[in-house]
């Protein structure tokens, strides 16, 4: 399971769904972060995959995965298109998960702006009409900030 952020306006860019990534997206709603598995080989594919692209085998299992990872690069972006506006400074980035694969994401900086090298828990950003995913910084055990 990973956090679920509660974000009070309307969702800025809709994710495309399709028939095969529509569990993916109902999942995440409910801070279940999850992807493929090629049964052939052991390749994690992010996103979902129906085809490995390692092997090329259609033989693929639903992976949960546990979300944290580590900041692989990032940026800031000043000028959005109109519709990220309310959001802009936007950090985003590419992340590596514990579990293998990269992740690019909206990156929510806090406090302090997360760098490269550091370590990031996944969320699911609910807004009031769907779901996306970003990265915050890892909250350490007994860390209460």
Known sequence: MIPVIKIPRKIPIAPRRSAFTRWFWERLEQGVFETTECEACGKISFPPKQVCPRCHSDQFLFKEL????????????????????????LSVGIVDLEEGGRVACTLLDRKVPLQIGDEIQMVSMKFKDGVLFGAQAAIMKGDKS
Do not use: C, K, Q, S
């Open 66 to 89: 546990g979300g944290r990872g580590v900041v692989y690069t990032r940026t800031r972006v000043h000028m959005t298109p109109t519709r990220l506006i309310p959001f802009a400074p």
